[in-house]
């Protein structure tokens, strides 16, 4: 295969995870989405859900579970961090998911550990994610 002659994985980042309420913020380059971002560049419109925050939560754990080039690394009851791997190259995509039951909310965080522009894969992934979470 030939994600396995060239990975692109790059190192796991270390700072992920909820904080105060707040995912990671994207960093400058445009390989990034949240829905916590006030910029355009980055912004995306967050999950909602109808049901308890315990069905939504493993409503969206399953559409992660289905998706074929997704890896769940953590979770906890509020929290599902997922690795998405491109089939081509191995380039390793870092996704975050955070319960704001207070705003009745799934916030959404995803990025690219390597590069400069995606192409939009960030953006149109959550976009299917959100596609299936709603179906």
């Not at 904080?19 to 990671?24: A, E, H, M, P, S």
């Not at 409503?59 to 890896?71: G, H, S």
Request: proline share 4%; glycine share 6%.
């Amino acid at each position: 295969m030939i994600a396995s002659i060239f990975s692109f994985s790059g190192k796991r980042p270390a700072n992920l995870g909820v904080k105060d309420g707040k995912l990671q913020p994207c960093p400058g380059s445009p390989n990034c989405v949240s829905s916590q971002s006030t910029d355009k560049e980055h912004k995306i419109e967050p999950l909602q859900y109808n049901s308890a925050p315990a069905e939504a939560f493993a409503k969206l754990k399953a559409v992660i579970e289905k998706t074929d080039n997704a890896k769940i690394i953590s979770e906890k009851d509020n929290y599902l961090y997922a690795e998405f791997t491109s089939a081509l190259m191995g380039f390793v995509d870092d996704v975050e998911f955070y319960i704001d039951e207070a705003a009745g909310l799934i916030q959404v965080r995803s990025a690219s550990r390597l590069g400069q522009s995606d192409l939009g894969a960030n953006r149109t992934r959550i976009e299917t994610i959100r596609t299936q979470f709603n179906s």
